[in-house]
């Protein structure tokens, strides 16, 4: 998982970096946007994969806090208190 958001955030920051330097790039606003167009067509397959790739990182995300948030709601009671299996393992032992 880890390298999948590596290549995700690598592939986010090279998209950033060419839109900074297109905003910043010393042309008239119709040739910038010609220059976009082109940049678009020619990366269709690459914007598509990034899309498809952040929807399942924010699917993935999405699921493992909602699996965290039951977990922890499982520790408390229905007023909002903490249950007994909610303590340490040591806090329920009597050893005498």
Excluded: C
């Excluded at 220059?35 to 598509?48: F, G, M, N, S, V």
């Amino acid at each position: 998982m880890r390298k999948d958001n590596f290549g995700l955030g690598l592939i986010i920051g090279v998209i950033a970096g060419v839109v900074a330097a297109l905003l910043l790039a010393p042309q008239s606003g119709k040739e910038t946007r010609q220059t976009i167009r082109r940049w678009k067509e020619e990366h269709e397959d690459l914007i598509d994969g990034t899309v498809e790739s952040s929807e399942r990182l924010i699917a993935k995300t999405k699921h493992s806090i909602e699996a965290l948030l039951h977990k922890l709601n499982s520790y408390l009671d229905p007023n909002g208190h903490k249950t007994p299996q909610s303590r340490p393992a040591e806090e329920h032992s009597h050893v005498a």
